[in-house]
């Protein structure tokens, strides 16, 4: 049999067997014109060189050898071929919409790396089960960035998997189809990806089909603002890395209020562009911690003294179930008559472990020469110089621990023997790693404040203030700030640190915000890791050639649907719906930060997250008093006890001027300007907030007379 057939399951085998003989006739055909005789001696080619592999692969290494873009695109891009998508017509599911559209650039433009060129509307292909009625009140969506090693293949290359997804979930499907190498280098696919994101969360859908802001009556007129749309983003190969960097610019924006998708899924993600051989020890204890949760033979992958060569590999099983994750290792006939090799207990070693795209050098799918080509050619031509050592948005393994502990629940799966599986393990590993130390610091935070109200009781009706109140209309002083005043300077009101012996919290914590907080999650719930044996690359984009990758399109359905199930229960959970304090998550990082220093740890491409707010002294002020920001994007709606249909529609983006005065501590709102940056205008939306300031206000001092009352009465 074939050396590197026991490389992978019987089944994966045969599919690269397939497509090497497909890429040797479609390469072999690659340079014939016309059009149409391209297309049919391309067929005609691949039957020939699937009859004879050998000389297929003789074939495609010479064409790898010195690899083009246009090589690359043909044969990456076969499914594009009209004889082979009528031959696979089964194979996409029927969906009720299924068309190419237009998504335009934010109004409010994202900075660029690309000032001198035209920003033109991002295309994308939208499918969804459903009618166009039904799309219109959809409330969830599947945003895709594909893959592709950012040179080739545009969403119909994903369309099979894509169809069976959005006929399993009922959810529409976005895949964009961003710019590809070398066309668009670096960091071109990124920017666009999150400009993408950036007006389907502003226009909360409507860019795409969606009512938008507003639920419409039958003749398409508004009747009331709507909740905003939750979105799951999810990426494969070369995809993966846009979708982490897309996150990763919705944490750090802070000028404009982006939110985070509510959840993440990569598929055999590409995370780093680091080509060493060698693995270094931290990564090491990544993958071994990693290993114990999700995959055993993982560690056998990295160890090398149980076999009879240093350049072989883990036998893979005959078969595997994904679903059940069942595995078949019974032995074929002829290997009975195989003399055993005597094995070591499996261990990862502490030096000498290569990583897993040298390990897998010799994969039918992803060649070295390959990864070579694909990453001269996206970062090439980049105005930016690539760092691969700091630059998080290139390398997403290397982003600081602050930004991977604000991660939304992200789910990952990769083939075992993928040479991006360590990409896959050690950054889960890592994500791992920074959520739980944030929870850790969460239950610190949680007890110190338990500390104080136990110890002072008067202390919690100012703790349990709201920091995330609307900004004040009318900066007249009302009752309820005279009340608060009295409070804070009665004799009762004993300092924290008098109380506790602590430093005192540098602001006030509202109790709803902690135990609702990101942080409060549950670590190992928010990141999952699968692994499946046997396997390499480009799982999913062979449904039809093997029944696993059916089985892996099912599962990774079925995680959209937990995805959002999981979203809408803490949702219900919390009845206040109050978004996260980006101060309070600075303040719980800074904490996690000066642990680590005084203990010697330093976290990778750490950086201060105080650098983002200037100082302890301005994050204290706009603690201290009512957020000076209006922001309402995608859900981040700051208003204690709002309720769905209280949500707004517009996003307002916030002036210099209006930022330095919030973080000066001031209540300045009437001095600032604003600017409107929805597709809708929302008419008196100030008045509204002040009404709903007042009502709160109100009721806020009726529930402190009442409590008071029944304290002197002697009923508490």
């Known amino acids: 049999p074939e050396p590197l057939a026991k490389l992978y399951t019987r089944s994966f085998f045969r599919a690269t067997w397939l497509l090497t003989g497909m890429d040797a006739g479609f390469l072999t055909a690659m340079e014939i014109r016309p059009k149409w005789l391209r297309d049919m001696l391309s067929i005609v080619f691949s039957l020939y060189f699937i009859a004879f592999p050998d000389h297929a692969e003789e074939t495609v290494r010479k064409f790898r050898a010195n690899a083009t873009v246009r090589m690359m695109r043909v044969s990456w891009e076969k499914a594009k071929n009209p004889y082979l998508r009528a031959v696979t017509f089964w194979d996409r599911a029927f969906v009720g919409i299924r068309k190419e559209i237009l998504i335009p650039r934010p109004n409010l433009p994202s900075a660029s790396s690309f000032n001198q060129t035209e920003l033109k509307p991002v295309k994308a292909l939208l499918l969804f089960s459903g009618t166009k009625e039904e799309l219109s009140r959809a409330t969830r969506v599947i945003i895709q960035f594909p893959g592709g090693g950012f040179i080739t293949m545009d969403p119909k290359c994903h369309e099979d998997y894509l169809s069976m997804w959005a006929k399993q979930t009922k959810i529409p499907i976005v895949s964009i189809d961003y710019g590809k190498a070398p066309e668009f280098p670096y960091p071109w696919a990124l920017e666009e990806c999150f400009d993408a994101y950036r007006s389907i969360v502003e226009s909360n859908g409507e860019v795409i089909g969606l009512e938008g802001w507003y639920k419409n009556d039958s003749n398409g007129r508004p009747l009331h603002p709507k909740t905003a749309i939750k979105i799951v983003l999810e990426g494969d190969s070369a995809g993966g890395n846009l979708v982490v960097g897309v996150v990763i610019k919705?944490?750090?924006?802070?000028?404009?209020?982006?939110?985070?998708?509510?959840?993440?899924?990569?598929?055999?993600?590409?995370?780093?562009?680091?080509?060493?051989?060698w693995m270094p020890s931290n990564e090491l204890n990544l993958i071994r911690a990693e290993s114990s949760k999700s995959l055993r033979t993982l560690i056998d992958a990295k160890s090398k003294l149980n076999l009879d060569s240093p350049l072989a590999h883990t036998e893979a099983p005959r078969s595997i179930n994904v679903l059940t994750d069942k595995v078949d290792r019974s032995r074929s006939w002829y290997k009975f008559w195989e003399s055993k090799i005597p094995k070591v207990k499996p261990s990862i070693p502490t030096s000498l472990s290569m990583t897993s795209r040298m390990s897998y050098f010799t994969d039918k799918l992803i060649a070295p020469e390959l990864l070579r080509a694909m990453a001269m050619l996206y970062l090439g031509q980049s105005p930016n110089a690539p760092d691969f050592e700091q630059d998080y948005f290139l390398s997403p393994i290397v982003a600081p621990d602050e930004i991977l502990a604000r991660f939304p629940k992200t789910f990952l799966l990769c083939g075992e023997k993928d040479p991006f599986v360590d990409d896959t393990v050690v950054f889960a590993g890592r994500l791992r790693d920074a959520k739980t130390k944030a929870h850790k610091e969460w239950e610190r935070l949680r007890q110190r404040v338990t500390e104080s109200t136990n110890s002072n009781p008067n202390i919690t009706s100012i703790k349990s203030r709201n920091p995330s109140l609307p900004p004040q209309i009318n900066t007249e002083r009302s009752d309820t700030d005279e009340e608060l005043e009295e409070v804070e300077n009665s004799d009762s009101s004993k300092d924290e640190e008098e109380i506790t012996g602590k430093q005192p919290l540098p602001f006030i914590i509202n109790n709803e915000e902690l135990s609702h907080h990101l942080f409060a999650r549950n670590p190992d719930k928010m990141v999952r890791v699968k692994i499946l044996e046997g396997m390499s690359h480009a799982i999913l984009q062979m449904t039809g050639l093997m029944l696993e990758s059916r089985q892996a399109t099912h599962l990774t359905g079925s995680w959209f649907l937990e995805m959002f199930y999981n979203t809408d229960a803490e949702n219900r959970q919390n009845r206040l719906n109050v978004p996260e304090n980006e101060a309070l998550t600075d303040f719980m990082i800074n904490e996690i930060q000066e642990i680590d220093s005084a203990n010697g740890v330093t976290s990778r491409n750490s950086t201060s997250s105080l650098n983002r707010v200037n100082s302890t002294a301005s994050m204290t002020g706009m603690l201290q008093t009512p957020l000076t920001t209006a922001m309402h994007i995608g859900g981040y709606y700051p208003l204690h006890g709002a309720s769905s249909s209280q949500d707004h529609?517009?996003?307002?983006?916030?002036?210099?001027?209006?930022?330095?005065?919030?973080?000066?501590?001031?209540?300045?709102?009437?001095?600032?300007?604003?600017?409107?940056?929805?597709?809708?205008?929302?008419?008196?939306?100030?008045?509204?907030?002040?009404?709903?300031?007042?009502?709160?206000?109100?009721?806020?001092?009726?529930?402190?007379?009442?409590?008071?009352?029944?304290?002197?009465?002697?009923l508490y």
């Open 250 to 277: 919705c944490l750090e924006a802070r000028d404009i209020r982006i939110p985070a998708p509510c959840a993440v899924m990569l598929l055999y993600p590409c995370l780093s562009f680091d080509m060493a051989c």
């Open 649 to 714: 529609t517009t996003v307002l983006a916030r002036s210099q001027n209006q930022k330095n005065a919030a973080s000066a501590g001031k209540n300045e709102v009437n001095s600032g300007k604003w600017q409107k940056i929805s597709t809708r205008k929302v008419p008196d939306v100030f008045d509204i907030e002040k009404k709903r300031l007042d009502e709160v206000q109100e009721t806020t001092l009726m529930e402190r007379r009442r409590a008071e009352m029944a304290s002197n009465s002697g």
